[in-house]
């Protein structure tokens, strides 16, 4: 009995090993080519495993991206909704969310066109797995928060939405645009890094800004 309760536990951790295994090597490999231009052979390749194995574990490279994405965006929501929480003024909130989301974003490049592509591909399910995944409780806090700060007058009046809008835009259009604003500027990968890391601040003092009475 127990030989067999060993023998579980063993293949048990074999079974979540190669799963890890599996999900680095297949972000190592979206961030690289990008999610159109990644394949399950190098996803295989990069884990030092089969196709056959892969495919046990993850039937496609939709199925498996969507266990990154909903990993990635279950870290940074919760924090976003503590953020909201918090005895932070409402200019620091908005500067924390900024840099958090900006990083996020330079940690998985290949996020914001994913989600872009899902919507467009199947409207409904799309933003269902979107919100499902991120439960983003904090857009409501966020909201109560833009509503406070324009009653007690620190901040201009402004449609919450527009407010929200304005900065995920921000902070993501960048990335969905970069081959088209590399080719326009001629800019390195490193040096359209360095810009992203520049904007964790730009964005966030723009949007203060503007909302600042």
Known sequence: MLTNWLIIMVKAR?????????????????????????????????????????????????MLFEVIFRETAGKLFPHFEKLMESDLNFFDKIRSIVSSYIEMIIQNPYLPLFVMNEMNKNPEIGIKTFFEAQKPGFVKKFRESIEENMKAGLIQPINPIHLIMNIFSMCAFPFIAKPMIKLLTGLEDEQFKNLMEQRKVLVAEFIINSIRK
């Open 14 to 62: 074999k079974d979540s090993n190669t799963e890890e295994k599996i999900l680095i090597a297949a972000r190592q490999v979206f961030i690289e080519k990008g999610l159109a231009g990644a394949r399950m052979q190098d996803i295989a390749d990069r884990a030092e495993i089969n196709k056959a194995m892969l495919h046990y574990y993850f039937k496609n490279k939709d």
